[in-house]
Nanobody, 115 residues
């Protein structure tokens, strides 16, 4: 059974930093794409950043220059380094991992940025 375990959320002041991690277990193959989505209260889930197995990352315009996504293929793990956090970054952050015929989600980790 494939599971995505997220960690690293929490409460931080505006301007601060957090690092999220997501480790996939129960899978032997490499996911083609791993990424992070977020959902703020009353809003739809949106893509924050994604990275393919051996390619460059993509970011939402709202986080470019502040967030960095990376992955360790050997561990099927993806990270999200979040710097210069803003109150509008407050949301539940979800890890996503997918390949052809597979699409998995983590349970989410809450990030709260206070002003």
């Amino acid at each position: 059974q494939v599971q995505l375990a997220e960690s690293g959320g929490g409460l931080v002041q505006a301007g601060g930093s957090l690092r999220l991690a997501c480790a996939a277990s129960g899978v032997t193959s490499l996911f083609g794409v791993m990424g992070w989505y977020r959902q703020a209260p009353g809003k739809q889930r949106e893509l924050v950043a994604s990275i393919i197995s051996y390619g460059r990352p993509d970011y939402a315009d709202s986080v470019k220059g502040r967030f960095t996504i990376s992955r360790v293929n050997a561990k099927n793990t993806v990270y999200l380094q979040m710097n210069s956090l803003k109150p509008e970054d407050t949301a539940v952050y979800y890890c996503n991992a997918r390949s052809v015929g597979m699409n998995y989600w983590g349970k989410g980790t809450l990030v709260t940025v206070s002003s």
